[in-house]
């Protein structure tokens, strides 16, 4: 691991100045992907910012009986507080899906916003990476890329987001709240957040140098029976090879969001019109304009088979 040096900001303001006016800074809370890159030298902060004394750890209603959910609050208290259980049931599920205990228990709603990608060729830096080192090639696109994406990658980069937490706040259409060195505050709907590759693979969200996440906030609860499935490897510890969110009403209208299958939380206009109709008419909107390798094209049918499941238990 390489030198850095560290400092504790008091407040959101104070931790987005000192990371605008400090070349090479990271802000640091869970440490839970962050500290791993650095052991790894894949990513090399020259300053770390620590946000663990800021605050923005609490779940509060908002006026129009949603959910604001402060960016330090952990994985843990947020899939256990009783109003997301009770409203956002996705969502809960969707975290415990997505790791051990011991993670949850640190890592926080801002930081699994931002986690990095799980391609093995990104964590290997004797192999080609446009994510790790801008310009040098992919070299998952002629290796081995089983895991990696189908649709929204480019001849750049196609490596996937590893969440879970995100592909149910895509479902739920969450906005994301932030705040500039200068005091500048905008709200990012989760839509938004994550880019695709592109010819910058090493962008991955709309987010500015020094730009700092506060708050994930939750629209008022839409109904419906919310369902998270995951389908992996092995039983736990493990990401998606594909991930479904789903929120399903009872005249079969809906909302579908998709993970282990793209750059970013998958969901178009046109899967969420087609969940009445089945899952083949679903998926096939999911994945229009699909790009599979020989290695990952399972996914195609794999994606159609949870989504079919899904529904399944949807129907009860």
């Known amino acids: 691991m390489k030198e850095f040096t560290y400092e504790r900001a008091k407040s959101p ?7 605008s006016q400090r070349q090479g800074a990271k802000f640091i809370a869970g440490g839970t992907n962050l500290i791993d890159l650095m052991k790894l030298e894949i990513e090399t902060p020259a300053h770390l910012v620590d946000l ?4 923005l750890d609490r779940i509060e209603e908002t006026a129009d009986g949603g959910l604001r959910v402060g960016a330090l609050v952990t994985n843990t208290q947020l899939a256990a507080d009783p109003r997301v259980r009770r409203d956002y049931g996705v969502l809960a599920r969707a975290i415990v899906a997505g790791a051990s205990g011991q993670l949850r228990n640190k890592a926080t709603t801002g930081g699994n916003l931002l986690q990095r990608t799980r391609c093995p060729y990104f964590y290997d830096p004797n192999q080609a990476c ?8 992919c070299a998952a696109i002629s290796g081995f890329s089983r895991q990696l994406a189908v649709i929204g990658g480019s001849s750049d980069c196609i490596a996937t987001n590893p969440g879970d937490m995100a592909v149910a706040l895509r479902a739920l259409d969450a906005t994301i709240g932030t705040v500039r060195a200068n005091g500048q505050t905008r709200v990012i709907p989760i839509a938004d957040f994550h880019r695709l590759p592109g010819t910058t693979p090493n962008v991955e969200t709309e987010l500015m140098p020094g730009e700092l996440i506060t708050e994930v906030t939750l629209p008022p609860p839409i ?50 019109a087609a969940m009445s109709e089945g899952a083949k008419a679903v998926a096939h909107a999911l994945m229009n304009g699909a790009r599979p390798t020989h290695d990952n094209a399972f996914k195609m049918a794999l994606l159609e088979r949870t989504i079919a499941y899904v529904m399944a238990q949807a129907r009860g």
């Open 13 to 19: 303001a104070e931790a987005a100045v000192i990371a």
């Open 223 to 272: 109904g419906g029976r919310h369902i998270y499935q995951k389908v992996r490897d092995r039983a736990s510890y493990a990401f998606a090879l594909v991930s479904v969110a789903a929120v399903v009403h009872e005249d079969g209208r809906g909302r579908i969001a998709v993970g282990g299958v793209a750059p970013r939380p998958w969901r178009v206009a046109a899967a969420d």
């Open 52 to 55: 663990r004394h800021i605050g």
């Open 130 to 137: 446009n994510k790790r080192q801008p310009g040098s090639g």
